[in-house]
T-cell receptor
């Protein structure tokens, strides 16, 4: 059981470039989440998905898009990267929704936008 | 959604018991209290959850008073490896509700030798 994996682990982009972060989970979880974490800050929810083919906005969705074409994968896209998107991105999954239910996190992707 | 307040940071020494308190004055009847731990350069991990009174597992204890307006995470005999950020979350116990999840800034615990 790999749990939650994220690809890539590190990435450096130039302003205006695009990229996609991949999250995969092998626990058959319905719910998946993308967070960002800035230095000294907690995690902020970007987008989440309540099942294959469905996505919803979180706390800070602007500048990001997501897709959940397969149950086990959740993609986070940056169409035109900006320095303000420099952050560590964490993906998580859970069997059910809400803060009550345990979320399993990936190891994170460290993104730098120059 | 109940808002939580916890100290920004705490220092302690190896071997001591550490108590981190979280305030959640607006906790709702169906809300549970959940704590996560995040080591540097890693994603958070679930450590304990409770509804009332006391819960204990191999990692920590969670104390919740009768009014449930606060909770205390207790780490017994900490070691250097307990240095981490600890997040208190309060959320709905109705599993099918689409409850927004707010981690906040957490408490940065620094264990000294």
């Amino acid at each position: 059981n790999a749990g939650v994996t994220q690809t890539p682990k590190f990435r450096v982009l130039k302003t205006g470039q695009s990229m996609t972060l991949l999250c995969a989970q092998d626990m058959n979880h319905e719910y998946m989440y993308w967070y960002r974490q800035d230095p000294g800050m907690g995690l902020r929810l970007i987008h989440y998905s309540v099942g294959e083919g469905t996505t919803a906005k979180g706390e800070v969705p602007d500048g990001y898009n997501v897709s959940r074409l397969k149950k086990q994968n959740f993609l986070l896209g940056l169409e035109s990267a900006a320095p303000s998107q420099t952050s560590v991105y964490f993906c998580a999954s859970s069997y059910l929704s809400g803060a009550y239910n345990e979320q399993f996190f990936g190891p994170g992707t460290r993104l730098t936008v120059l | 959604l109940a808002k939580t307040t916890q100290p920004i940071s705490m220092d302690s020494y190896e071997g001591q018991e550490v108590n981190i308190t979280c305030s959640h004055n607006n906790i709702a009847t169906n809300d549970y209290i959940t704590w996560y731990q995040q080591f540097p350069s890693q994603g958070p991990r679930f450590i304990i959850q409770g509804y009332k009174t006391k819960v204990t597992n191999e990692v920590a204890s969670l104390f919740i008073p009768a009014d449930r307006k606060s909770s205390t995470l207790s780490l017994p005999r900490v070691s250097l490896s307990d240095t981490a950020v600890y997040y208190c979350l309060v959320g709905d116990g109705l599993r099918n509700r689409d409850d927004k999840i707010i981690f906040g800034k957490g408490t940065r615990l620094h264990i000294l030798p």
